[in-house]
């Protein structure tokens, strides 16, 4: 293990390892991923792999409508296939208001360039050929939204930014953070010390932890873990349910075929506050997801479940991440608190913190000030990000 | 024609023309064919000649039956239009249509939604899943230390895998030495049912065993449809172990079968596996198969073996050489070679660093290629419930953590039989006697008395485990038992 490090990032998931990967692309040397399981084991191995630009504020729509273009070259860019599609998100309305709300944010997405429309039964019917049309009103559609495998884009940011010289040590936690004079002097680690003047924190759930190392209240940042469970079903045909489909009225549930298999990824809103440990799956969460799944797709009562298991979302007071420098301490970032988002930002937000870190600013189109770390201590919230389950 | 060829008329110890129920007819791919109630889908097509019961999806592979007791999806079929269902588990009925798949389902446009019920709702002091020796042996002794007993199994008939082993056990005589499997079964099956506060439910799969509470909860999906939520003080999880799998080139062909699902073919269906087998793996379980194999009327021409010795005990390997089966110790599979099933496997001696030996190589003209190369304990429910799993390679692979008494360190989860470590029925039925014992003092339904019974039954596992074939086992329970 190396004793040096130019940067150290704490949590080997897709933020971290986007990061770590944009740092060596910009030829930062001496990278140090730290990730106290194995990567990817935390919570984007556990997400439901959908990608979306569809969100209901300007800063929101503006960073994803940026990070769908880098998803539709990541595979070139990593040289690894991760399975992008561009299958689109279709929410449906259950009643004129909500077809109303619907109408507002297409307005506010196509303001800024995302071309979502609103869409009649029918022609969700053709996107979606099971679909229960009946209780539906319209669609709200947005061809550019899509889905990628968790798996392809962890090991392909990881095969490349090891490429580029990024050590990435897995079950290896930090069990420390020096800091001398509101200056990061290194990481203490289960296996040794690393020296750095650079930390980020990008343990998303875990994130508090990492903060209460570098001295910071655990609450400086209020991420709160909450289970969100899956399950999946055995792979049917292609090309049925490829769009994640979703009546937020019905209390957010969704179903989505997984992009490699084929299987049937079934989500609801039925969520749990708990502690780190808990991703113990349940059955009052089965029952309920089922119950919607099926109304939304009845042919889905015939196809059998082979999987369940559980996440967090890691959510945040207003469920926008926090991002960017921590001015407490020199050479503290965060990227962490997605709230059930961190997949699909995962490309244009390493991008801009690795950025931020070597010059100091980002051509991303991140708003810094509506992701500041610091926000949540000043009172301030910002309008709750549009957040499914 | 192909249907009086496969079924077995004739058999010197079981007879099947009393046992199958009423003649009925089912429909594979719309052509009509003879099956008797109370049998599988796959044994009612197996019978009429049809092996090949679907296609992998990627590279349109054909598939046959492989473990033939539910643990594997080697024979997912489309079942009256339901994609993907067990045909190795699920009973014929008449008029059944059922279907080979080729390609991942498509879903039907437009379906009405399920009304969604409640689940039916099932109480008990101690649930056991699995009603096998283990499992069976449980649930008697839990019933009479006084506990409400539910007893469910996926399979349609109690007896797990001894409903076919026709052969004599050996051991004491409490442990039923000189009674051959199936009666076995037969005995411990009445024993249960004779008991009232035992309820069964059979082609019942449990799909989830959960803490709720302070209870436990092992939700059942009976018959592919009935939800059931079956709650207990504790469980007994015994459900048995898995046929493994030896990679060599076509070993997905159909014709290779585990060494349990022709038994399950031919000693509970009464239906020939084939015509001429070749078996893997001289262990006890290769060994029996071979002398089942010849009392059905099937040639089998060798056992290979990759083990310089025979594994399996010295007289069931002298009865099969006198039989005239040669056993080629040293040996391995190289290949299964055909078109859409077995037709040939080709074998070649292997040296001390198991390479086979150019030169050396056999052919043998056969349709079935038999595995018996060892099972791996089924702990999928105990590993979902959060159990602590060990590697353990003597007991078969993936084993839990337990005590003397088989409780696993989840308190009023038990375990028993292979499931907790791969050995015999014999000390399966030892071990759900404990288990069923250990339970129902737990919860509080048996007095102090019944410590005796286990501390009698533990003295058993040991005496039986004391002989040369025990030391392995032996080893392998010293890594996984904690007081």
Known sequence: ?389 | MLVKLMRLTEHPILNFQEKRGRKITIYFEGQPIEAYEGETIVMALHAAGIRVLGYSVHKHRPRGLFCAIGKCASCLMTVNGIPNVRTCITLVEDGMKIERQKDKPKLPPTVKPPKFKEAKKVSGDIVIIGGGPAGLMAAINAADAGAKVILLDENPMLGGQLVKQTHKFFGKREQFAGVRGVKIAEILEEEVRKRENIEIFLETSAIMLLQDGDEKLVVGVRKNKELIEFRGKAVIVATGAMEKMIPFEGNDLPGVYGAGAIQTLMNTYGVKPGDRVLIVGAGNVGLILAYQLIQAGVDVKAIVEAMPKIGGYFVHAAKIRRLGVPILTRHTILRAEGKEKVERAVVAQIDEKWRSIPGTEKVFDVDVIALAVGLRPSIELLHQVGCQIKYVPELGGHVVIRDSRMETTIKGIFVAGDSAGIEEATTAMLEGKIAGIAAALEIGTASSEWFKEIEKAQKELDEFRAGPFGRKVLEGIKKVVVE
């Open chain 1, 1 to 389: 293990m190396k004793s040096r490090a130019e940067v150290v990032i704490i949590g080997g998931g897709v933020i971290g390892l986007s990061i770590a990967y944009h740092l060596g692309k910009l030829g930062v040397e001496d990278v140090v991923v730290l990730e106290k399981n194995y990567i990817g084991s935390g919570s984007t191995f556990r997400c439901a792999s959908g990608i979306r630009a569809q969100f209901t504020d300007e800063a929101n729509i503006k960073l994803q409508k940026y990070n769908i273009e880098r998803w539709k070259r990541l595979s070139d860019e990593l040289e690894h296939d991760i399975n992008f599609k561009q299958s689109g998100y279709l929410f449906l309305a259950t009643s004129e208001e909500e077809v109303e709300v619907f109408k507002k944010n297409i307005k506010l997405q196509n303001k800024f360039g995302v071309p979502t429309r609103l869409i009649s039964m029918d022609e969700a019917k053709e996107i979606v050929p099971p679909l229960n049309t009946e209780p539906f009103l319209a669609g709200a559609w947005n061809p550019e939204d899509g889905k990628a495998s968790p798996f392809h884009v962890v090991y392909g940011f990881a095969k490349k930014a090891k490429e580029f010289g990024v050590e990435i040590y897995e079950y290896t936690p930090a069990v420390d953070i020096i800091v001398e004079n509101c200056e990061i002097k290194g990481v203490k680690t289960e296996r040794g010390m690393i020296k750095t003047e650079t930390v980020v924190n990008a343990a998303n759930a875990w994130a508090p932890v990492v903060n209460e190392m570098a001295g910071l209240k655990r609450d400086f940042v209020p991420i709160k873990p909450y289970k969100h469970q899956l399950v999946k079903t055995e792979p049917i045909a292609e090309g049925q349910i490829e769009p994640l489909t979703c009546p937020p009225a019905w209390n957010d549930s969704y179903v989505i075929q997984d992009g490699e298999d084929g299987g049937v990824i079934c989500g609801t809103g039925l969520e749990k506050l708990t502690h780190l440990d808990d991703v113990q799956p349940t059955y009052d969460f089965i029952r309920e997801v089922l119950k919607w799944a099926t109304k939304i797709i009845p042919a889905l009562k015939y196809v059998h479940v082979v999987r369940q298991w559980a996440g967090f979302y890691a959510k945040t007071p207003d469920k926008n991440p926090a991002i960017g420098k921590i001015n407490y301490i020199d050479g503290f970032y965060i990227a962490a608190g997605f709230s059930g988002h961190g997949f699909m930002m995962a490309p244009g937000v390493g991008e801009a913190i690795a950025e931020l870190i070597v010059k100091g600013k980002s051509k991303v189109p991140l708003d810094w000030d509506w992701y500041d770390p610091h926000r949540f201590e000043r009172g301030e919230l910002r309008s709750a990000a549009f957040q499914i389950g």
